[in-house]
């Protein structure tokens, strides 16, 4: 099909709305992309018609909502070319999909000195919970830097790959950054080691399509809001053996084969991981969303989006006392800057003005705002409905910024 | 239309900014400090025995509002006393989360009323509020301060 933005921002009903009585001009995608309509529709159909709880009921409304639920987690299983819809774990997001695998795989299997190894350019959701387990259990965390234009210095990752290593836990695709990280190398370096990997495919889902078989990763964690779908729901996938090895995260209904006081059975795959009843409707949400995409195509969206990062760049870096943080050569559409002279804050506030929402601030990334001696940074994240007009206001209003500030 | 938030004032004490230095031995000191966007300040003062703030001063790194917010504070408690300036903490407090209306609301603002447009911008009332707080925690000698 022919890639047509125009028309394709007609399915976004948020992308309409005018603020500060001006036409907005949204670029915060990488903290949540705006909605298709059929998406919005999945979730008000699902309400409308089929309100139910799942994998409980015998009557038909119940068959009508597990049914729409588990097509879902077919669709994703689709998505992400997963062997099997067993390995498809809905969570609340990419921080609770991490955050399972801390607690259950890492409290399992980990013990005092063993090594889990990161990134510096980790979003906090892929430091903290580490963390929080080597205050359990006594292991430690190692992380690997960065260069100075935010790329993972591969000589320090192999260094840092030790036989004390138990789990090496990495973004795929940096929020702050960009940075595109080689995950499959990545995962390929630690399997020779038969060290597992989880990837934190937060950003990376809309980049490129997934084949977790093809990059051999054991787990990779991902959110249903940062791909158009809604917030609340997100996804851990996890090869089935591992999974299959692994204690429960949380105890409740749905997760159990029996109960008695004397000794409960847990549940298969992947509802052993599944406690309480589910987000529903937003799992439906989100297959609604997936096979959006999957009918647009990523690769169409990634050739438009590789467009704008290139005329984002080129036109963002013209602004006299523009920096821009993040320049690694493999990267995607995020544009992390800053203007010399003009907090962040101040900026984003002046741009707000002018109906440009960018996100100011350190991105849930302290560590790497430190690396780059910066408080925090402004940042432009593109989605495939953006367009070059829509950066020249960017440039626009940082030009207004700078005529306040001068 | 929201009032403008970049007044002058707020521009030229950002520029500017007076009793932006350390002072030694200060009496009373505290750290403040918002997770949100980085701002990051020691507010220094000495207050002498009759409870009169005879110097005031910060020092740090923050956005425009944070820092013109330090530099008025700083420049109107000097020569306060430590009640005055609980005073004034309470009145702040209320004009930047848009209680107080110092047109029509007796008061002891003065060229601080500069800050009454903020409470129209949510996100920010924490910049300007950010001196402030640190201030009052020096006074009931909290050592660290956080907006969160």
Redesign the interface.
Known sequence: MTFDVQKLRQDFPNLSVKV?GKPLVYLDNAATTFKPRCMIDAISDHYSRETSNVHRGVHYLSEQATKAYEDSRQTVKQFLNAKSTQEIVFTRGTTESINLVAQSFGRAFLKEGDEILISYMEHHSNIVPWQMLCAQIGCVLKVVPINDRGGMIWDEFIRLLTPKTRLVSVVYVSNALGTINPVAQIVKEAHSRSIPVLIDGAQAVTYRPVDVQALDCDFFAFSGHKIFGPTGIGVLYGKQKLLESMPPYQGGGDMIASVSFAKTTYNVLPYKFEAGTPAIAEAIGLGAALRYVQSIGLDNMAAHKKDLLEHGTKVLSSIPGVRLIGTAEEKTSILSFVVEG?????LG??VDQEGVAIR???HCTQPV?EFFKV??TARASLAFYNTKEELDCLVKAVYKAKE??K | M?EE??QQTI?EH?RNPRNFRKIEGATHVAEGYNP?????LWVYMNVNANGVIEDAAFEG?????SKASASMMTSSLKGKTVDEARVLFEEFHKLVIGELKPDNQSNHLEKLAVFSGIWQ?P??VK?ASLSWHTMHGSLEKTKTVSTE
Do not use: E, K, Q
């Open positions: 500060h003009i907090h962040p804050h101040d506030t002046i100011t601030g350190h705002m408080p925090a306040i500030f | 929201r938030l970049y521009l950002n949100l966007c980085g701002d990051h790194s923050g956005c425009a509002i911008y996100a920010r910049c």
